[in-house]
């Protein structure tokens, strides 16, 4: 299948606000940011991004396929670690550059670190003369790195 | 106060991921990008961004301030509405490149279309081979755009 098919091209605003054709919107470099969220909880997981191709991987596995920016590369999340990240819901917002993901996150948690999510840490705002620091949420691990994502 | 002292240096990986210091990272552009949740009922509102100083605007102001990319301005949201997000909670994920606004969304909705949502619309990908399509979630309008927004 073809992307041409896939997604509608870009129509006016009311088209693209209110119309029932997903034409996505990806920047000037080709991307589109997704934030992934666990679908039973509502937390936030992870913000990564999309092109073209990894979003149409994504419809058509039902499982997240990212585009890493770092490695310039696809990135099917859970290839490496297990935790894949099964699509519950993908939305858009009003001019279709923006997606959300509910998933359903397959093993441990989504976060590189050993966290279950990327977003464990808060800005603390209530000294801002002495700079703004950040607070941990979840400093305990859910897994271990090394274990999931060492070379062995 | 100045940036330089509210913000502090990218360090290391391990500074950055582990560390207390809130060194946000903000892209070619100058932008890091934000969604902004609704802090009771955890519903994503919109994805926008911020730059340096819009992220120091909205740390003092405790209100999201944006950086309108089509205007190329500062955009205090909800000043021409009246919907401001006051923040309750500010989080960043691993490596600093994007922030989750939990907030009390003043007003009717935080979408210009009316709606109380940007993402009121879902992925309809039971028949890619027909193109994916959307479908609303909340087709209702929260307030009347033209009332809100409208020229007087």
Redesign the interface.
Known sequence: ?STT????ERGDKAQI??????APKFDADGLI?A?A?DATT???L??AYMNEESLRRT??L?EAVYWSRSRKEYWHKGATSGHVQKIV??????DQD?L?LYVEQVGAGA???G?GS??????D?SD??S???????SKDRAFDPESVYGKH
């Open positions: 299948m098919q896939l997604f509608a606000e209110e119309g029932a054709a997903f940011p934030m969220m509502k937390e936030p992870m913000l419809l058509e039902g819901e993908i939305r858009t917002d009003c923006a959300v976060c590189h670190t966290r990327c977003f464990y840490r808060s800005v705002a801002l003369a700079g703004a620091k950040l607070t941990f949420n």
